[in-house]
């Protein structure tokens, strides 16, 4: 080590730091404290610092210049005024509060305990109901038929007149026969498609039809006169179209119109066979 009683200030020491070729920069990485905090230090003024660590980085100081750490503390005046043993004097007696011994964490309640005494407590709100039922008088008798019911089912002694007895005779149900559209109607025209099938009408006045598809709620519309529209058959069904007079119909290539023509029925079946019906 450096003999700390040829350096008499902390310049001696800066400059013993410089002559050993250790600048500051490096000081601050091994000490692993910024360059300001370093500067503080050797500038020797520890009035405002704390001791305790301001002692720690010296001793951290001293060890990378390889000093003195106690000769470094003597010229920095920490020594001096934070080594005095503070004593406290006993002036008097003093009373020491007894306190009770540790007897460690209270215990919780039995879990079983506690199930014990809620089925203890329903048994006996249960019995005092009974008893209360018992002192009140509340009995089944609510229950039991009063005399004038009592009467009401028993059977007279009087003998009714069998002629008010008519026997009751079956009645013919009329049932209701359900006609098909097309029974009235022709058929005009028959072919074999695939589909989906597109069907043009070009009507002269306004029309209504109803496209019917088996497993689905009919549909019900309308075409405007002298305004072409497209429907399309997508599966099997049939379309109804009434007020058809003088309305050209175009299907898969096949092309009518007829001014006595008054209702038309396009059907196409299972077979994919179209059946134009006229009437």
Known sequence: MEEIKKLETWSDIKSLREKKGIS????????????EKIAFLE????????????????????????LDYDEIVRLSGLKESNTETLVVPLVGSVNIKKTRKYRGRKKEPNKVFIYTLIVVGVLLVIFMLNRLASNLNITSDVFEMTEQQQNSLDTPNEIKDTTSFRPILPQARKEEV?????????????????????????????????HEIKGQNPLEDFIIRNTPK???FSRPGRMIFYNTKDTRFVVSGFAFREKNISRVVVEINEDRELIVYTK
Not at 46 to 63: E, G, S, V, W
Not at 178 to 190: A, F, G, L, V
Not at 194 to 201: E, R
């Open 24 to 35: 500051l920069q490096t000081l601050s990485e091994k000490m692993r404290l910024p360059l």
């Open 43 to 66: 500038n020797g003024d520890f009035r405002d610092a704390d001791p305790i660590i301001t002692r720690l980085q010296l001793k951290n100081y001293a060890q990378h210049l390889d």
């Open 178 to 210: 359900k006609s098909d559209i097309i029974e009235d109607m022709q058929i005009y025209h028959r072919m074999e498609i695939s589909f989906p099938v597109k069907l043009n009408i070009f009507p002269k006045e306004t029309i209504s039809y109803r």
């Open 230 to 232: 497209s429907l399309f």
